[in-house]
């Protein structure tokens, strides 16, 4: 384990290195994940909820299931991994976070460039006039569903869902990170959700080393140069210490 943090540190200590996140970080901090055997998707039906269809039919359900999963991101505080992240973007290490979280939880941590590829849970955006705001409470029930402070229609939330397309902006700035990058810091996904998934593959394909840390055997091991298999907590406090790294928890 030692040696994989030794090997992680002298890639990206030279290396174009782009940061690549998934539900992993975030279920350390206590968020729910969607896929796996606690995941959300196993006590809700995702048709249900997570699709423009759903949202149509019964914007309130949606946007009360919605506003508790708001709540419990507004509790959560962002973990060891997303701090070391924040600092290695700091000092010019990192060169962007692209994530498929949609909790925000890395530009609390203090990463700048951060790249939401499934948007963004903290913002709504009207479904009438396309105007998007940021929210910064859990809504209270009596709010729901939440209204475009500009037209009043019915908005909804910022994220991408089931049949949609991942916001065309984010998209390619991912890829043109993913195209330069040296090497790819892939934390907590199984690289199962496309195509944020293959951006990883895309990178390597063009030379890039892969370090992969996730709690279990994931897609990208046989692709890693570097593979920690657990907490990814544990494997940045790792490499704060190795890199003389301090950061407040
Ligand atoms: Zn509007």
């Given amino acids: 384990m030692e040696e994989a943090v030794k090997s992680a540190v002298d890639i990206i200590t030279r290396s174009y290195t782009v940061v690549?996140?998934?539900?992993?970080?975030?279920?350390?901090?206590?968020?729910p994940t969607f896929r796996g055997k606690d995941g959300l998707w196993n006590k809700y039906r995702p048709e249900e909820l997570a699709t423009p269809q759903a949202f149509n039919r019964d914007p309130l359900r949606v946007w009360e299931w919605y506003a508790w999963r708001i709540g419990i991101i507004l509790r959560a505080k962002p973990t060891v991994?997303?701090?070391?992240?924040?600092?290695?973007?700091?000092?010019?290490?990192?060169?962007?976070?692209?994530?498929?979280?949609?909790?925000?939880?890395?530009?609390?941590?203090?990463?700048?460039?951060?790249?939401?590829?499934?948007?963004?849970?903290?913002?709504?955006?009207?479904?009438?006039?396309?105007?998007?705001?940021?929210?910064?409470?859990?809504?209270?029930?009596?709010?729901?569903?939440?209204?475009?402070p500009r037209c009043g229609s019915v908005s909804r939330p910022d994220v991408v869902w089931f049949g949609e397309s991942l916001p065309r902006e984010a998209l390619s700035r991912a890829y043109e990170h993913f195209s330069k990058a040296e090497a790819v810091i892939v934390v907590g996904t199984s690289g199962v959700?496309?195509?944020?998934?293959?951006?990883?593959?895309?990178?390597?394909?063009?030379?890039?080393?892969?370090?992969?840390?996730n709690l279990e055997a994931n897609r990208y091991m046989e692709y890693a140069t570097v593979n920690y298999i657990g907490p990814s907590s544990k494997f940045f406090c790792l490499l704060a210490e190795r890199m003389g790294i301090s950061i407040d928890e």
């Fill in 81 to 148: 991994a997303h701090k070391v992240i924040a600092e290695l973007e700091r000092k010019g290490i990192v060169k962007a976070v692209i994530t498929q979280n949609v909790d925000g939880l890395h530009q609390r941590a203090g990463s700048r460039n951060v790249i939401e590829l499934h948007g963004s849970i903290m913002r709504v955006r009207c479904t009438s006039c396309g105007h998007t705001w940021v929210i910064g409470r859990e809504p209270k029930k009596e709010e729901l569903p939440l209204r475009c």
């Fill in 20 to 31: 690549f996140t998934g539900s992993g970080i975030s279920a350390e901090a206590g968020i």
């Fill in 193 to 213: 959700v496309e195509p944020a998934a293959s951006l990883v593959l895309l990178a390597y394909e063009r030379g890039a080393k892969i370090i992969n840390i």
